[in-house]
C-alpha cells in the first residue's frame, strides 16, 4: 500500500526478500534499457543488500541486461583500501559483478586512502566530481534509475546517521568522520544526491528495525531518522519482511 508516495511490500522472511528484490531489479533494468538504451544502478552493501545481489548473480533473467551499457554506483563506502573485505565494494563484486560483463569505464567506485587524497573529505570531493561529469546538459546529477538502500536500526542510511554532520550537510557526497559505527571513516552521498533517483528502494529486514520503519513513514524528520529523508523523483519503495514490518498497521502492508 501507499503513505505519503511511499509503497511498502512486506516478504515473508529475509530470503524471499533477497530473491524478490533480485528479481525487480533485474527486471527494472531491462525496462529501463527497452526506454532508454542504458540503465544505472546504485548499489549499497549490508546483509541482505549483498544477499540480493547474490540472488542476482543466480538468476538466468540476468542475460536479458545488456551489462555493458550498465552504470554502477555506490550509496555510500567504507573509507579502507581497496579490496578490503568490509568494503561495499568488494562484497558487492564477490557476489555479483565480478561475474557479469561489465565495461569498466561504467563501473564507480568510492576511492579508499592514498587513491585521491589521505581523508573521506578527499574522496568525497572526487565522487562529486564524477558524478558531475556523468550528469546529462539538464542535471547537477546523474538521474540513477534505481538506487538501493538499508536501514539501520537507529535509522540511518548509506553512512547517515542520526544528529550527525552528514545529517545536515547539502552537498552532493560528504566525508564522515566519528561515525558511530566501525569502521569510523566513510563516505556517503548526501540527500540532494539520494534524492536524484527516479526509484529509491530501501531494503530492510529483522524485529530490531521495525520501530524504526514505522517512525521513517509516518512522517519523522530527516536529522532524527536519516531514512525518512530520501525519496525517489518517481517511486519510493520500501520493500520489508515480516519482521521489520511488524510495527506498522496491517493495511500499509502488501504482499
Known amino acids: ?21 533480485a528479481a525487480r531489479l533485474l527486471a527494472r ?19 541482505v543488500g549483498i544477499a540480493a545481489l547474490a540472488a542476482a548473480a543466480g538468476s538466468a533473467a540476468r542475460a536479458a541486461i545488456d551489462w555493458q551499457q550498465v552504470d554502477v554506483w555506490w550509496g555510500d563506502e567504507r573509507f579502507l583500501p581497496a579490496g ?10 564477490e557476489a555479483l559483478l ?4 561489465l565495461d569498466p569505464a561504467r563501473v564507480h567506485p568510492i576511492a579508499g586512502p592514498g587513491v585521491v587524497g589521505d581523508s573521506p573529505e578527499h574522496a568525497a570531493d572526487a565522487y562529486a566530481a564524477e558524478l558531475a561529469a556523468a550528469a546529462p546538459p539538464d542535471h547537477d546529477l546523474p538521474p ?3 538506487l538501493l538502500l538499508g536501514m539501520g536500526a537507529e535509522g540511518h542510511t548509506a553512512s547517515i546517521f542520526p544528529e550527525s554532520p552528514a545529517a545536515h550537510d547539502e552537498r552532493p557526497v560528504v566525508g564522515v568522520s566519528g561515525c558511530p559505527k566501525p569502521p ?4 556517503t552521498l548526501g540527500f540532494s544526491a539520494l534524492g536524484a533517483a527516479r526509484e529509491v528502494w530501501f531494503v530492510v529486514a529483522g524485529a530490531e528495525k521495525a520501530s524504526m520503519v514505522a517512525m521513517a513513514l509516518s512522517g519523522a524528520g530527516r536529522v532524527q531518522v536519516p531514512a525518512a529523508g530520501v525519496a525517489g523523483t ?22
Open 29 to 47: 533494468l531491462v525496462d529501463c534499457q527497452s526506454l532508454r538504451g542504458s540503465a544505472s544502478v546504485v548499489l549499497t552493501g549490508g546483509g
Open 98 to 101: 565480478d561475474s557479469l560483463d
Open 184 to 187: 569510523p571513516r566513510r563516505v
Open 1 to 21: 500500500m501507499t503513505t505519503r508516495d511511499r509503497t511498502v511490500v512486506v516478504h515473508r522472511d529475509v530470503d524471499v526478500l533477497a530473491e524478490a528484490v
Open 144 to 146: 540513477f534509475d534505481v
Open 84 to 93: 578490503h573485505p568490509d568494503r561495499n565494494e568488494t562484497q558487492a563484486r
Open 234 to 255: 518517481s517511486e519510493t519503495l520500501w520493500l520489508l519482511d515480516e519482521a521489520a514490518a511488524s510495527a506498522l498497521p496491517r493495511e500499509l502492508r502488501r504482499r
